[in-house]
């Protein structure tokens, strides 16, 4: 009975986002206050119904409920209960219903947030949004409902969570990557409201801009929590592989990002009101590809699910009305959008379009390495991959460019900033971070790639510090009082900024600074990696909830003192018959010890593989710095005064 209750849930949801998507916007063109107010508690309801079908779903998995299609696919009566849970977005249908029940989330945060708003825009910015709820209810309800029954034939058990899925990964990246994702419906919402209003002026950004803060911060952290999983997960020790559906949430990042900056400028000057518009629509458009890249079934990935083509088809419908629908009302409304606020070579706004110039080609460069393989496919051409090299050869140079201009644009003035001013801190800057950056590649023998990009971290480190002394020191109030008025904005930007530098080192130097062997060993053995004796003490056989495993014991020594002890499995899951790797990891702040066992050779021999891995948590330090960077700047108290927020 609870799956029918779900599936009527839905079907009721889909009936109230119709009047959501419909109904407020009917008032606005009719100046009916009635109907306009009828916006939030449509949206509610909307979201209840939502939240009721998703709590029955998860009853199905808690109870074992295999007589529905999608537990019996997903699940396993010996799964553990927290599997059990998280198995509900471990397939295409259950994280399509996640997917929808975040959007539900960011309506009803929007509707309780909207009195802050002039009465004819928030209903309609809750209108947009209840169309993209529109097509995604339908997508579910038509092509992918996961209470679909097996009956009378039920199964005695299921066919278990996929083994690679079975970590606490699963149960906090999918719906803090959808909160970020998702959330840039809000931006899109916010400006195509402003379109159909005429409403085109600063005002949208500022009511917008908190919105799209939060978004880029859950999707950093999104991001941050994907990279992690995969690096002790996979049993490699990578942390990222350019992967197509790693590249689908990254670019909605970059752009993210661009769009964050240009609403700065278009709530502060007036300026790029275009561009921040186009980028707004851009942004939640690369959500959606990524949305038909992972469900189209159009390319093979470890993070892809294997649906149905037709399904893929829908999201590319989806795509087109909603996208384009959006871009026949911009260029409706081209001529109201341009902007006429001049600002000088030097300005602020100069530093910030150059950001988001370099921000879009970096887009644009993941987009076609992305793509390209596809389209070659596509058009009878054959089979090509594009991978890490092309990635890293081109991505790397210009990411650095961007980290150059990032740096600059906080110190200067917004229309216009004496030149000689900008150079004096620049130079000094630059001479500091040049040093500095020799001296730890000399000392530890890196490379030039290494110093260039050292120099960069050095440079923004110092000029974001820089900055933030000459806010502080200026007046006579004193240096504490000073730091404590500026505003939460202006540290959200500095933590960000300081995340990005954090990151990058990290990168740097787990590319330049860590060592790694694959050896066969038998217990006894003994290997030295990178200052570091690892001895192979014993393998077991140990019984889990529902697999079978070979565990070994690695104890690490440096200078003859033990520094950890390791425990890597190789795992042999009896339902879907496979066997997966549980790497060991010892972490410190400026290195990770890591093992996997590989294959095993003979009675008593291994294949193991052994890392050290220089500064890599540096890599996830940074994301969290982001994200707390985003969040501080979406928490901002003007935005909580002036929008409603």
């Known amino acids: 009975m609870f799956p029918e209750i779900g599936q009527f849930s839905l079907i009721l949801s889909l009936f109230f986002a119709l009047s959501l998507a419909s109904v407020p916007l009917v008032g606005y063109w009719k100046g009916n206050r009635l109907l306009l107010e009828s916006a939030r508690p449509l949206t509610f309801i909307m979201s209840v119904l939502i939240l009721v079908s998703f709590i029955t779903l998860s009853l199905a998995f808690l109870t074992d409920d295999f007589s529905v ?18 198995a509900l977005w471990g397939g295409h249908e259950g994280s399509l219903l996640l997917w929808v029940l975040v959007l539900s989330g960011w309506c009803s945060a929007v509707a309780l947030k909207i009195r802050g708003l002039p009465e004819d825009i928030g209903p309609v910015v809750l209108s947009v949004l209840g169309m993209v709820c529109v097509g995604f209810l339908s997508f579910l309800l038509f092509t992918s409902s996961p209470f679909a029954r097996l009956l009378p034939d039920v199964p005695a058990d299921g066919g278990d969570l996929n083994p690679l899925l079975q970590d606490f990964g699963l149960i906090v990246h999918p719906p803090v990557l959808y909160m970020g994702y998702v959330g840039f419906s809000v931006a899109f919402a916010f400006a195509v409201a402003a379109l159909i209003t005429g409403n085109l002026n600063a005002s949208w950004a500022r009511w917008a801009r908190p919105w799209t803060a939060a978004s880029w911060a859950f999707l950093t952290l999104g991001i941050t929590l994907g990279s992690w999983w995969a690096y002790y997960e996979l049993g490699w020790g990578g942390w990222w592989f350019w992967d197509p559906v790693e590249n689908a949430s990254f670019m909605p990042w970059l752009a993210g990002t661009a769009l964050l900056h240009s609403l700065a400028v278009t709530e502060k ?28 079934g159009v390319l093979t990935s470890v993070h892809s699910f294997a649906a149905d083509p037709t399904r893929g088809m829908f999201i590319l419908v989806l795509l087109l009305v909603l996208v384009g629908g959006s871009l026949l009302l911009y260029a409706i409304r081209a001529s109201e959008v341009r902007s006429k606020v001049s600002f000088g070579a030097t300005g602020r706004e100069a530093w910030l379009l150059l950001n988001n110039i370099v921000l879009t080609v970096l887009t644009l460069t993941v ?21 890490a090299p092309y990635f890293n050869s081109v991505f790397t140079p210009i990411a650095l460019l961007l980290m150059v201009f990032m740096a600059v644009g906080p110190l200067s003035k917004w229309h216009h900033t004496p030149i000689n001013v900008l150079f004096k801190v620049c130079s000094v800057a630059a001479a500091v971070a040049v040093l500095s950056a020799g001296w730890v590649v000399y000392y530890y ?6 110093w260039l990009s050292l120099a960069v971290a050095f440079w923004v480190v110092v000029l974001s510090f820089s900055d933030w002394f000459s806010k502080v020191s200026a007046g006579t109030k004193g240096i ?65 909830p529902n697999y079978v495993a070979s565990k070994g014991q690695f104890t690490a020594y440096q200078a003859d003192k033990t520094v950890a002890v390791l425990h890597p499995e190789k795992r042999f899951f009896t339902t879907r018959q496979q066997v997966m790797t549980e790497a ?3 972490a410190g702040f400026t ?52 929008a409603g927020v």
């Open 69 to 86: 299609l999608y537990v019996s696919q997903n699940s396993n009566s010996q799964l553990p209960v927290w599997y059990k849970f998280s």
């Open 445 to 450: 023998e890196f490379g030039f790639i290494a």
């Open 367 to 387: 987009l076609l390495g992305t793509l390209y393989p596809l389209i070659f496919d596509a058009l009878g051409l054959g089979k090509i991959s594009v991978g």
């Open 591 to 642: 290195r990770d010890l890591y093992v996997s066992l590989g294959e095993q050779l003979d009675d008593s021999a291994w294949g193991v593989r052994i890392y050290v891995k220089s500064f890599v948590r540096w890599i996830w330090l940074g994301g969290l710095l982001m994200m707390a960077g985003g969040l501080l700047a979406a928490l901002d108290k003007r935005y909580q005064r002036r």
């Open 269 to 296: 000057r007036g300026v790029f009101k275009s561009w921040t518009v186009l980028l707004a629509i851009f942004t939640f458009s690369l959500s959606l590809l990524g949305a038909f890249l992972v469900r189209s």
């Open 480 to 544: 504490i009082p000073r730091a404590r008025q500026l505003p939460r904005n202006y540290y959200g930007m500095l933590l960000a900024h300081l995340g990005m530098v954090v990151s990058l080192v990290g990168i740097v130097l787990v590319s330049v600074n860590s060592q790694e062997s694959m050896l066969r060993l038998s217990p006894g053995d003994r290997a030295t990696v990178a200052g570091y004796e690892f001895q192979f003490d014993s393998i077991e056989q140990v019984k889990g």
């Open 584 to 586: 060991a990891l010892d």
